[in-house]
C-alpha cells in the first residue's frame, strides 16, 4: 500500500474573530485617544513635548526599520533624509516676520527669491487664496511636509541605486556617507542660498511638532501603511532578500526594484519625520541633523527588536525617556556617588538578565555576561567604599545620556542581540494567545503560488489518505515477492 498526502482546501478565516478584532482595535484606539487627551490636560508642558518627541522619532525609527529590519540593509545616513524633509517643511512654512528678519540680516545668505518660496505665495499663485488664511494653517503644514517627503523620497531613490551593487557594510558606508554629504553639502555656497549655511533659520512654526494630535496621528499613518507593506507581498519579498538575496533572485523576486522601493518609502516618511522635527525644534540648522540623530534610531531598533514595528516604538519609548528625562544623568556630583550609581545600575542590568533568561527558561540563568556586570558591580562598590579622600573630587556627566544608551545597546547585544521582542509583532491573537491555523485572506490572494492545490492544506496540518493505485494492485508486496 502506497501513503499519498491529499491536500485540501484553507479553512476559511473565523468571522467572529476578524469582528472581536476589529471591536478590540477600536475600543484601544478610543482608549488611546481618551489617554491622550488626559494627559494633554493634566499634564505638564515636558510630558507633552515628551510625547510628541516620541511620536516623531516613532514616525524615522519606523521608516528606518523597513530598511534595517524588513529589507535587512544596514543604513545609517537616516538623519540626511530628515534634513531634506526639515529644511524643505521649514523654508515653506517659515512665517513673514521670520523672513523679514532673515532678508535684513548682514550675515544672511538667502536671497528674495528664495524666501518667496512658501506654501502660501504656491497656493496665491494658482488661485486657492482661501486657503493662505491663519484658520488654514493646517493645511499649509501638510502640503509642506508632503512636498519635503517628496524630495526625501527622490534622495532615497539615489542612495538605493547603489544598493543594487552593493552589500553589507560597504552599503552601509555609503548610505553613512549620503548623509554625512548631505549635511554638509547644505552649508556650502550652492545651497546657502536655501539654508541660510550654518546659521539656518528659526522661525517656524510649533502648532504642529508640539501637538500630540499632530504627532500620534502621523505616526498612526505611518505604523499603518509600513505594516500594510509589511505583510503584503511587498514585504514578504523583502523579507526574503533579507533572509537570502540570491535564493530570492533564484525564486523570481526582482531584487532591485524591492530594495530601491525600499529606500523611497522610508525615505520619505523619513523626510516627514524631519519636517515634523523641525517643528518641534522651532527652527532649522545644520546641528540639528547630526548623525548622533540616526544613532539613537539605531538604538532604538536593536533595543526594541530589528524587524518589529511593535519593538521598534517600544525601543523608541525607552530612548526618549533616557533622551528627556536623564538630566540627573548630567549633574554634578562627586565621584564617590558616580561610583555608587555605576555599581547600582551594573547590578541592576545583571539581574536584568537573569529575570530575562528566567522567564524565557534559558540556559544557564547566570550568563557570562552576568558575572562581568556583577564583577564591575562590585568593584565600583569597594572602590567607591574607600576612603573619600582617595577619590575627592567632582565630576558633572556631560554626555551621560548617549553613554547610557551606547552601554544599553552593548548590553542588549550580549544578551539579546534579537531585541526584546525580536521579529514578534503585537496582535490580538498573540495577546490571547491563539494558534494560528493558516494564512490570511491578504496572503492568499496575493501569493500567486497558493492558488495550486497541490500546495493548500487544511488548517496548516494536510490530511491523508490511503489510494490503492493500479500498480499497486497488479504488484505483489515486497514480502509476498521474497517468498
Known amino acids: 500500500m502506497a501513503r499519498i498526502v491529499t491536500p485540501t482546501a484553507f479553512d476559511a478565516i473565523d468571522p467572529a474573530k476578524r469582528i472581536r478584532n476589529v471591536a478590540l482595535t477600536l475600543l484601544a484606539v478610543g482608549v488611546g485617544v481618551l489617554v491622550l487627551w488626559l494627559l494633554e490636560g493634566a499634564g505638564s508642558t515636558k510630558l507633552v513635548q515628551a510625547l510628541a518627541l516620541f511620536a516623531i522619532w516613532g514616525v524615522a525609527t519606523v521608516s528606518l526599520n523597513l530598511i534595517n529590519g524588513t529589507l535587512g540593509i544596514l543604513s545609517l545616513g537616516h538623519h540626511g533624509f530628515m534634513l531634506i524633509g526639515g529644511y524643505t517643511t521649514g523654508l515653506l512654512m517659515l512665517d513673514e516676520a521670520a523672513r523679514q528678519r532673515i532678508l535684513t540680516s548682514a550675515r544672511s545668505t538667502m536671497t528674495e527669491e528664495t524666501l518667496a518660496l512658501s506654501v502660501s505665495n504656491l497656493l496665491r499663485g494658482v488661485g486657492l487664496d482661501a486657503l493662505t488664511t491663519p484658520e488654514t494653517l493646517w493645511v499649509r503644514f501638510l502640503i509642506a511636509i508632503f512636498l519635503g517627503g517628496l524630495l526625501a523620497a527622490f534622495a532615497g531613490l539615489l542612495v538605493g541605486t547603489p544598493s543594487l551593487r552593493l552589500r553589507g557594510d560597504y552599503l552601509a558606508i555609503v548610505t553613512f556617507g549620503?548623509?554625512?554629504?548631505?549635511?554638509?553639502?547644505?552649508?556650502?555656497?550652492?545651497?546657502?542660498?536655501?539654508?541660510?549655511?550654518?546659521?539656518?533659520?528659526?522661525?517656524?512654526?510649533?502648532?504642529?511638532?508640539?501637538?500630540?494630535?499632530?504627532?500620534?496621528?502621523?505616526?498612526?499613518?505611518?505604523?499603518f501603511v509600513i505594516s500594510k507593506l509589511k505583510y503584503s507581498s511587498y514585504g514578504r519579498a523583502m523579507q526574503a532578500i533579507r533572509e537570502d538575496e540570491i535564493a530570492a533572485q533564484a525564486m523570481g523576486v526582482n531584487v532591485a526594484y524591492h530594495k530601491i522601493l525600499g529606500f523611497v518609502i522610508s525615505a520619505f516618511f523619513a523626510g516627514v519625520a524631519g519636517g515634523l522635527w523641525v517643528s518641534w525644534l522651532g527652527g532649522v540648522r545644520l546641528d540639528f541633523f547630526l548623525f548622533q540623530l540616526t544613532f539613537f534610531f539605531l538604538v532604538a531598533i536593536s533595543a526594541g527588536g530589528t524587524g518589529s514595528i511593535t519593538g521598534v516604538l517600544l525601543g523608541t519609548a525607552v530612548v526618549v525617556f533616557v533622551r528627556q528625562y536623564g538630566d540627573p544623568l548630567e549633574e554634578n556630583y562627586t565621584i564617590q556617588t558616580w561610583l555608587y550609581i555605576a555599581s547600582a545600575t551594573l547590578a541592576l542590568a545583571a539581574a536584568g538578565a537573569v529575570l530575562f533568561r528566567t522567564l524565557r527558561r534559558l540556559r544557564p540563568r547566570l550568563h557570562w555576561g552576568s558575572w562581568v556586570l556583577l564583577g564591575g558591580a562590585a568593584v565600583a562598590a569597594v572602590v567607591a567604599a574607600v576612603d573619600p579622600a582617595v577619590i575627592e573630587g567632582t565630576f558633572r556627566g556631560f554626555g551621560m545620556r548617549a553613554i547610557f544608551l551606547s552601554v544599553l545597546l552593548i548590553v542588549i547585544m550580549v544578551f539579546r542581540p534579537e531585541g526584546m521582542l525580536g521579529r514578534t509583532e503585537f496582535s490580538w491573537s498573540w495577546l490571547l494567545r491563539e494558534q494560528r491555523t493558516g494564512p490570511t485572506d491578504e496572503e492568499r490572494t496575493q501569493d500567486a503560488w497558493m492558488s495550486n492545490p497541490a500546495f493548500r492544506s487544511d488548517a496548516g496540518a494536510a490530511a491523508s489518505r490511503e489510494v490503492e493505485g493500479p500498480s499497486d494492485a497488479a504488484a505483489p508486496d515486497d514480502d509476498e515477492g521474497g517468498r
Request: hydrophobic residues 50%; proline residues 2%.
Open 178 to 223: 549620503f548623509g554625512e554629504i548631505i549635511r554638509l553639502t547644505a552649508s556650502t555656497r550652492l545651497f546657502s542660498a536655501y539654508t541660510n549655511g550654518a546659521l539656518g533659520f528659526p522661525g517656524v512654526t510649533s502648532e504642529f511638532g508640539k501637538s500630540i494630535w499632530w504627532t500620534f496621528g502621523v505616526l498612526a499613518f505611518t505604523v
